[in-house]
């Protein structure tokens, strides 16, 4: 049966996504739910409604009035990069991390346990990377704290619920809310360099407990809704799947690469490489080594995995480097 949706209901529905406080959104709720027709055709926009409503009013309690000035958002970067991890309310972001870094960030089954960012370090092959659990993001209100966190960020992992029916409408609402605050989430392939005023940023979309009833399906659809504008990878938490698999994604969407330092006569050290963005050159990694190696660089041999070429060849200052090349710096 169609919805036939009164003029009035599609103007509180654009109040809805038009609006900045959470007094303004319940308010287009509660007349979204006044003038939504009351039929067979509408039972589950109702039932979206209602849910939205109490989603609402949960984010509003669960941040009283002075919450803004609890603990500081600012966490100091470590390891080979850093990659903020947002979510809703019980898309399974904090169980994520634990699975992924073996640390215990606080886990429960209920919304809010994560009260303030918390640092953890994930292992990858031969370099950690600094993941950062958040508290949840209610799509209808980013906090300011919460975004300026994301800008400095090197990528961005948004956490989903395949099992929650909604996940679409919060993904389109936290991506609003996200562009009220000047801040993008891209894919890696789509992302465009930041501007004035403006920050994009590399993100992967986490699809959470694919292990449940239907993930498929909510996959399939998420994927088709929004097509290539995001990447989607399924994941479960809870019983290990794709884990292995996303800790390569998350190294790939840092646009990072690996380079060992060798000192004449000896062997490279290949357990603990200089993590460089790429793009990065020789005379780039001379300075990362010690500013002597900058300033007094003569030339440096390179040799790179799979390359007959550059087996301890020479190359100048502006060579380009890639992930696993061992150099030779002479000065």
Aim: aromatic share 8%.
């Amino acid at each position: 049966m169609p919805a036939n949706l009164t003029p009035q209901y599609l103007e509180a529905d654009r109040k809805f996504k038009e609006a900045k406080t959470v007094q303004e959104k319940m308010s287009a709720l509660e007349e979204m739910m006044a003038t939504i027709p009351k039929h067979k055709g509408t039972e589950k926009m109702r039932a979206m409604l209602k849910t939205k409503m109490a989603k609402l009013k949960e984010a509003a309690q669960a941040r009283p009035a002075g919450a803004r000035h609890g603990p500081s958002f600012h966490v100091e970067k470590t390891g080979s990069g850093q990659v903020v991890v947002i979510g809703p309310p019980n898309s399974g972001k904090s169980k994520l991390i634990a699975a992924l870094t073996g640390a215990q960030p606080e886990v429960g089954d209920y919304p809010y346990t994560t009260r303030a960012p918390g640092p953890y370090m994930m292992k990858f092959e031969n370099i950690k990377i600094q993941l950062v659990d958040t508290p949840p993001v209610a799509p209808e209100e980013v906090e300011t704290e919460l975004a300026e966190l994301v800008k400095t960020a090197d990528g961005v992992l948004l956490v989903l619920d395949l099992a929650d029916q909604e996940t679409p409408s919060i993904l389109e609402n936290l991506v609003l809310r996200l562009k009220e605050k000047r801040l993008e989430l891209a894919s890696e392939n789509l992302a465009q360099p930041s501007e004035a005023g403006r920050f994009v940023k590399r993100t992967l979309i986490v699809a959470n407990k694919c292990d449940g009833a239907q993930a498929d399906e909510n996959l399939a659809f998420l994927k088709e809704y929004f097509g290539p504008a995001y990447v989607f990878f399924a994941v479960s938490a809870a019983r290990g799947d794709g884990l292995e698999e996303l800790r390569k994604k998350i190294f790939r969407l840092l646009d990072i690469l690996r380079a060992y330092s060798k000192v004449p006569g000896k062997k490279a050290d290949f357990n603990d490489p200089f993590s460089l963005k790429k793009g990065t050159t020789v005379i780039d990694l001379a300075r990362a080594v010690h500013k002597d190696f900058f300033e007094k660089f003569k030339y440096a041999r390179i040799w790179r995995q799979g390359s007959l070429a550059l087996q301890g060849q020479m190359v100048n200052r502006d060579f380009a480097l890639e992930d696993g090349d061992i150099v030779e710096l002479h000065i």
